[in-house]
């Protein structure tokens, strides 16, 4: 617990002026929602939303070898990187344990943007600077910039209209540099919600007048800012997990299904041993997502799952879902009874409500 | 904020209606705004029964499951079953169709020893 005042991102006042519900979230007050999460969730599967993301850190990697030192640091490939592209990747520990998930940037021969977990900032800054190679240099510039999400089908319009139509948006997971009205923004296309979209930095000086900008001009396209429970209902809809929830110290990223994004023909990197283990005996647990059947309370984490009379485990994430009208989750689970289409049970408020473990993502556009 | 003159609140803003020894109950205006997108309501069950201040029901919004409470001693006589199907009546209408359960009161005039509208008004200021 901290007892100091709660952060503000940049973006504080123009949350308040919105009329936004601000809540604690880590150390940060951040918006939960203006106009309601159903609204800005639909907003963003059918137009494009908005959504303030200033609270995540951006750590800068620079110096001869910094590629190298970091592919020691982190689970992906930092080779497979050109400048100019980005990847998802995870900071794990001598355990194999996840420490953070997020997405590193290459944005110079020898330079890196990292992008981590607002609440994992210090721990991973420690933590890196603890093993940083004499060559390399590694700054937290979380204080001075600023980000937020655009999400939607209509970005693309969105950012026609903003920049001007022979303006090109990078391809997935490129990240490009812009100037608009004397801003310098630089644009990824990626994204926490399942739709096309592009997460945007800048000085935070910049950050109210970006925001006004990005919402004026995309008034024609519907835009909507979007809150932190909107952000998660459509995370979830597509099973991306959350660090402190589905991702934590205790579970690597071959438990949580994400295998994909650890390179293990990478010769040395941190928890590299673990995650050998894991891959070739199996872990005993695995991450599943689960979709409830019928009406019912919708599963918030740490719900128990049962199944045949017994506890096999507890969610960790949960929530009912705008786009599927139900109630939908992840929970770790004994591997054999991780698979699609098992039968399990959620125990909510002391009564059992039938569920059944899906394939990921439990969304999908059609 | 709509807070009808005609009802008795309690601090944890419910409304209550007085029908003879009856009493009907939902959540005020205030409380489905501040909840928002009510996507389940876990009724009470009819013949339970509501101690003062003990929690009866459940509404829960997309972010949050909130605990209901009974406003008097009393029995469960019906639940608004139109929320089984559309629980977003609460947000709707909560003062009409957005009812939750009536309780037959053990002793009616414990309802004079809730809020008034002026009362709630100051609470909800």
Not at chain 1, 120 to 135: I, N, T, Y
Not at chain 2, 18 to 35: C, F, K, P
Request: proline content about 6%; overall charge negative; aromatic content about 8%.
């Amino acid at each position: 617990m901290t007892t100091a005042a709660p952060k503000k991102t940049p973006l504080y006042e123009e949350h308040v002026r919105l009329g936004a519900k601000m809540i604690p979230f880590g150390d940060w007050i951040m918006p939960v929602q203006y106009s309601g999460i159903m609204d800005e969730h639909q907003a963003v599967r059918n137009n494009v939303g908005i959504f303030d993301i200033s609270h995540m850190g951006q750590l800068v990697a620079t110096g001869p070898g910094s590629g190298g030192w970091l592919n020691e640091m982190l689970t992906n490939n930092i080779d497979k990187l050109e400048v100019g592209t980005g990847q998802y990747t995870f900071l794990l520990n001598e355990r194999g344990g996840i420490i953070d998930d997020l997405i590193v940037y290459r944005t110079g021969p020898e330079e890196f943007l990292l992008v981590v977990n607002a609440s994992r900032v210090d721990e991973d800054f420690a933590w890196l600077k603890q093993h940083l190679a004499a060559s390399c240099e590694l700054t937290n510039r979380s204080d001075s910039f600023g980000g937020v999400a655009i999400q939607g089908p209509r970005v693309v319009d969105l950012f026609h209209a903003l920049l001007g139509s022979q303006v090109e948006l990078p391809a997935r997971n490129h990240i490009i540099e812009r100037k608009l009205d004397g801003m310098n923004l630089s644009i990824a296309r990626t994204g926490y919600t399942g739709e096309d979209g592009v997460e945007v930095f800048f000085s935070a000086k910049d950050a109210a007048k970006f925001w006004n900008t990005v919402l004026k001009t995309g008034e024609q396209f519907g835009i909507r800012p979007c809150g932190l429970g909107a952000r998660d209902t459509l995370r979830l809809e597509m099973c991306y997990p959350l660090n402190g929830s589905d991702l934590s110290p205790e579970h690597n990223p071959i438990e949580a299904g994400l295998g994909f994004f650890v390179d293990l023909k990478k010769p040395i990197f941190i928890g590299r041993d673990v995650l050998i283990q894991a891959k070739e005996n199996g872990t005993p647990n695995r991450l599943a997502a689960f979709r409830m059947k019928g009406k019912g309370p919708p599963p918030r984490p740490h719900y128990g799952v049962w199944l045949a009379g017994d506890q096999i485990g507890e969610t960790t994430s949960g929530t009912l879902s705008p786009s599927l009208n139900q109630g939908i989750g992840m929970a770790y689970l004994p591997t054999q009874h991780a698979r699609a289409g098992t039968e399990i049970e959620i125990e909510i408020r002391g009564q059992k409500f039938p569920a059944t473990i899906e394939k990921k993502p439990l969304y999908k556009k059609s | 904020m709509n807070v009808p003159d005609d009802l008795f609140y309690t601090e944890s803003h419910e409304w209550i209606k007085r029908e003879g020894d009856n009493a009907r109950v939902g959540i005020t205006d205030h409380a489905q705004a501040e909840l928002t997108d009510v996507v389940y309501v876990e009724l009470p069950k009819v013949g339970a029964t509501a101690e003062a201040r003990g929690q009866i029901a459940v509404v829960e919004s997309v972010k949050a499951a909130s605990d209901i409470y009974a406003p008097v001693n009393g029995t469960v006589v019906e639940v608004n079953k139109a929320l089984e199907g559309n629980p977003a009546l609460v947000n709707t209408d909560p003062f009409g169709e957005g009812w939750i359960f009536v309780l037959k009161m053990d002793s009616p005039d414990d309802i004079k020893q809730l809020k008034d509208a002026a009362a709630y008004r100051k609470v909800i200021e």
